[in-house]
T-cell receptor
Framework: NAGVMQNPRHLVRRRGQEARLRCSPM?????VYWYRQLPEEGLKFMVY????????ESGMPKERFSAEFPKEGPSILRIQQVVRGDSAAYFC????????????FGSGTRLTVV | GEDVEQSLFLSVREGDSSVINCTYT??????LYWYKQEPGAGLQLLTY?????DMKQDQRLTVLLNKKDKHLSLRIADTQTGDSAIYFC??????????FGTGTRLQVFP
């Protein structure tokens, strides 16, 4: 049973380009969470999704950021017109239900904006 | 708002015990967690404790929870160089989000 898979592991984008980060949850997990870790900081919640639904996006910046978790395929975190301040590690976690005690984290995507 | 605080650094000698402390503010937290992050890696769940428990032990790890003071600690017995990493405390709030502390960097020296 593979863990939470994130790709790419490293992503370099020029300012103004788009970044697409993918997350495949563990088999049987229908809840996905995205977190961002800025250098030398803890993880900050961005968005919580279930299949085809956004449950909580209170941590998402209002502009340029969007997330989806379609019926088929991975969850996607999309950042349009990236800026240097978007450089960070983006982690995805999944759980089988909202009541489950534990989240499993992926290895993250490290985005560098040049 | 919710806040989780940790000290930034801890340095211990190999073989000694390490104690990493954490304070949180949300009294409605259901679960509290300790995660370990090695350089360039993701987060590994070490252990968790339900909010109605005082203590949980798992091999070298002991978690103590003082709900009255909203204080959580992680004790690592017989600390090894492989334990060097950043340790994050996290609380699960009533909307199922995890609120993380800023992490404690543990350095183990011979």
């Amino acid at each position: 049973n593979a863990g939470v898979m994130q790709n790419p592991r490293h992503l370099v984008r020029r300012r103004g380009q788009e970044a697409r980060l993918r997350c495949s949850p563990m088999k049987g997990h229908s809840h996905v969470y995205w977190y961002r870790q800025l250098p030398e900081e803890g993880l900050k919640f961005m968005v919580y999704l279930q299949k085809e639904n956004i449950i909580d996006e209170s941590g998402m910046p209002k502009e340029r950021f969007s997330a989806e978790f379609p019926k088929e395929g991975p969850s996607i975190l999309r950042i349009q017109q990236v800026v240097r301040g978007d450089s960070a590690a983006y982690f995805c976690a999944s759980s089988p239900s909202a009541d489950n005690y534990g989240y499993t984290f992926g290895s993250g995507t490290r985005l560098t904006v040049v | 708002g919710e806040d989780v605080e940790q000290s930034l650094f801890l340095s211990v000698r190999e073989g000694d015990s390490s104690v990493i402390n954490c304070t949180y503010t949300d009294s409605s937290s259901t679960y509290l967690y300790w995660y370990k992050q090695e350089p360039g890696a993701g987060l590994q769940l070490l252990t968790y404790i339900f909010s109605n428990m005082d203590m949980k032990q798992d091999q070298r790890l002991t978690v103590l929870l003082n709900k009255k003071d909203k204080h959580l600690s992680l004790r690592i017995a017989d600390t090894q160089t492989g334990d060097s990493a950043i340790y994050f405390c996290a609380e699960r709030d009533n909307t199922d989000k995890l609120i993380f502390g800023t992490g404690t960097r543990l350095q183990v020296f011979p």
